[in-house]
């Protein structure tokens, strides 16, 4: 059975920085795009991140552009996030989730695309 566990999340000030993490099992990781999303207390679940299958492709979300970076460890089956300069407008529990996409040289920010979601982390940012 598939399995992916974030982890990394905590309570920071704003203007620190956190890394998560998602490791993968029972998944054939390299051949899939992965994706971070995150949902707010009374907001829908967004796209914040995305990585192709050989992490060629990346996307973000404008709001974390040049302060999130994605990247992925295909030999560890390990997608992370390291966010930076955190403001309390990223309080949310993030999700990483993930794609059979093979091939393609793009990827998703759209949570319909996507089939396979851990259960989530959650990521607290004080003023």
């Known amino acids: 059975q598939v399995q992916m566990v974030e982890s990394g999340g905590g309570s920071v000030q704003a203007g620190g920085a956190l890394r998560l993490s998602c490791t993968a099992s029972?998944?054939?990781?390299?051949?899939?795009?992965m994706g971070w999303f995150r949902q707010a207390p009374g907001r829908e679940l967004e796209g914040v991140s995305c990585i192709t299958w050989r992490g060629i492709g990346i996307d973000y979300e404008d709001s974390v552009k040049g302060r999130f970076t994605i990247s992925r460890d295909n030999v560890k089956k390990t997608l992370y996030l390291e966010m930076n300069s955190l403001k309390p407008e990223d309080t949310a529990t993030y999700y990483c989730?993930?794609?059979?996409?093979?091939?393609?040289?793009?990827?998703?920010?759209?949570?319909?695309?996507?089939?396979?979601w851990g259960q989530g982390t959650q990521v607290t940012v004080s003023s």
């Open positions: 029972a998944l054939t990781f390299e051949d899939y795009a």
């Open positions: 989730a993930a794609t059979y996409a093979w091939g393609r040289s793009t990827c998703s920010l759209q949570t319909a695309d996507f089939a396979l």
